[in-house]
């Protein structure tokens, strides 16, 4: 059994900067302040990190109860507002999903770091959530490389399966820190060019497979339970 644990965003969809807009207008209205995050890259990074950097960067309180009263704030802003229309599906996305899922040797899971419910909310939009039984989140742990021992054991206790990150997890993303987080857990990874990094810069990272975009599902299983 093949754990395949996929990042979200720039993986699977591409939110058209509805989730950064709405990070600073929920900040800049919790705050009472205009906020900024001019230079802030959010690719690959949990949105607790995000939000610590955003306060830092506006000279704000960062202690873990000013990064979770943020995060409480953009959650509220977020639920129910993306529309189908801000949330782009990426090319070959749902055929490998609704391959993948019916396949007897793979389980899909979340490493993402979108807290919980914008995971989902996300992934709803086009009704892809219900690929997903279980995953880790921003908001299980800010340091991303913890997640994918996270999404394992979750996992394991969801299908009684046992999973091993080292064995049989495979992380899929579009950024360096994807590929760190599987290597942090010792698992494979396969790099996509479908977020804001292309092949040059991906591949010094050193993924055990780097992909212009997701493969169709066949060749995708025939390399991945190789
Ligand atoms: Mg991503």
Same mark, same amino acid.
């Given at each position: 059994?093949?754990?395949?644990l996929?990042d979200i965003d720039?993986t699977?969809?591409?939110?058209?900067?509805?989730?950064?807009?709405?990070?600073?207008? #929920?900040? &800049? &209205?919790?705050?009472?302040?205009?906020?900024?995050?001019?230079?802030?890259?959010f690719s690959g990074r949990t949105d607790p990190d995000i939000?610590?950097?955003?306060?830092?960067?506006? /000279?704000?309180?960062?202690?873990?109860?000013?990064?979770? %009263?943020?995060?409480?704030?953009?959650?509220?802003?977020?639920?129910?507002?993306?529309?189908?229309?801000?949330?782009?599906?990426?090319? +070959?996305?749902?055929?490998?999903?609704?391959?993948? #899922?019916?396949?007897?040797?793979?389980?899909? +899971?979340l490493v993402t770091g979108n807290v919980?419910?914008?995971a989902?909310?996300?992934?709803?939009?086009?009704?892809?959530?219900?690929?997903?039984?279980?995953g880790a989140f921003g908001s299980d742990h800010a340091d991303r490389n913890k997640l994918p021992h996270i999404a394992?054991?979750?996992?394991?206790?969801?299908? +009684?399966?046992?999973?091993?990150? #080292?064995?049989?997890?495979?992380v899929?993303g579009d950024t360096p820190h994807d590929i760190e987080c599987a290597r942090a857990a010792?698992a494979?990874v396969?790099?996509?060019?479908?977020?804001?990094?292309?092949? %040059?810069?991906?591949?010094?990272?050193?993924?055990?497979?780097?992909? /212009?975009?997701?493969? #169709?599902?066949?060749?995708?299983?025939?390399?991945?339970?190789?």
């Amino acid at each position: 059994m093949t754990l395949l644990l996929f990042d979200i965003d720039g993986t699977l969809v591409r939110v058209n900067g509805a989730g950064r807009e709405t990070i600073m207008k #929920a900040l &800049s &209205s919790l705050l009472n302040h205009p906020v900024t995050a001019d230079g802030i890259s959010f690719s690959g990074r949990t949105d607790p990190d995000i939000l610590r950097s955003i306060l830092r960067h506006n /000279d704000l309180p960062d202690r873990d109860a000013h990064v979770d %009263a943020a995060l409480e704030a953009y959650v509220e802003a977020m639920t129910g507002v993306l529309t189908p229309e801000d949330v782009e599906v990426l090319p +070959g996305v749902h055929s490998l999903l609704d391959h993948l #899922a019916d396949h007897p040797d793979v389980h899909l +899971g979340l490493v993402t770091g979108n807290v919980e419910p914008i995971a989902y909310e996300k992934l709803g939009a086009h009704g892809l959530d219900d690929y997903f039984p279980v995953g880790a989140f921003g908001s299980d742990h800010a340091d991303r490389n913890k997640l994918p021992h996270i999404a394992t054991r979750r996992a394991a206790s969801h299908t +009684g399966h046992d999973f091993h990150p #080292a064995e049989q997890a495979v992380v899929i993303g579009d950024t360096p820190h994807d590929i760190e987080c599987a290597r942090a857990a010792g698992a494979r990874v396969v790099g996509v060019c479908t977020g804001h990094y292309n092949h %040059a810069e991906l591949s010094p990272h050193d993924p055990d497979w780097l992909l /212009d975009t997701l493969p #169709a599902p066949e060749s995708f299983l025939e390399r991945l339970l190789d």
